[in-house]
């Protein structure tokens, strides 16, 4: 998690350091918790060849059980990768950068523009929750058509889980900037 600052720095507070570790564990937690999202994913999809091509009978249900759980998986397991430094970063110029510039970078881009969009996507995005659920949307995609809320409901959890990472990323970034020196040193990931 959160790795000791070199020496001839001061330290960050217990407080500051608290609320970062609370946030990582949270996302390391949900992040497994949500990999379990492959189960019916890939059970829906076994079932599905199997009754399609053993049996001759496709199921009414796999598709959209697999739509749903997959773009959960997707989206819940954002959090994760911002806290893994998983996502795609421009670092053409950035490995050349000082751990300040790094951090005086990173602190702009999740104040003005990362915590902002991520708080505008929640509030929008529940309203869409709680109106899928008061009219009972359900998806038209196969004739099964289950209630869609609850996959609507992803899309503000995940934005909440993103906004807490967000914060966590912001009082890392902060720290760069403000001494120079990082508090976790993440390894690169090439892919």
Known sequence: MVAPVASNVSQPSRVYLRIIRTIDRI?????FAFALLIVPLVLANAIEVFSRYVLGSPTAWALDLTIMSY???FMLGSAYALLKGAHVRTDM?????SNRRKGMIDCVAYAVFF???MA???YLSLDDLIYAWSIDERSNLTPWQPVIWPLRGVVP???LLLFLQGVSEFLKAFWAA??????VH???IEL
């Open 93 to 97: 110029f950035w490995e050349h950068f």
């Open 115 to 117: 915590l902002p969009s």
């Open 178 to 183: 403000r001494t120079g020196e990082l508090l």
């Open 71 to 73: 773009g959960a998986l």
């Open 120 to 122: 505008i996507l929640f």
């Open 186 to 188: 993440r390894e690169k």
């Open 157 to 159: 959890l995940t934005a």
């Open 27 to 31: 996302t390391e937690w949900t992040g």
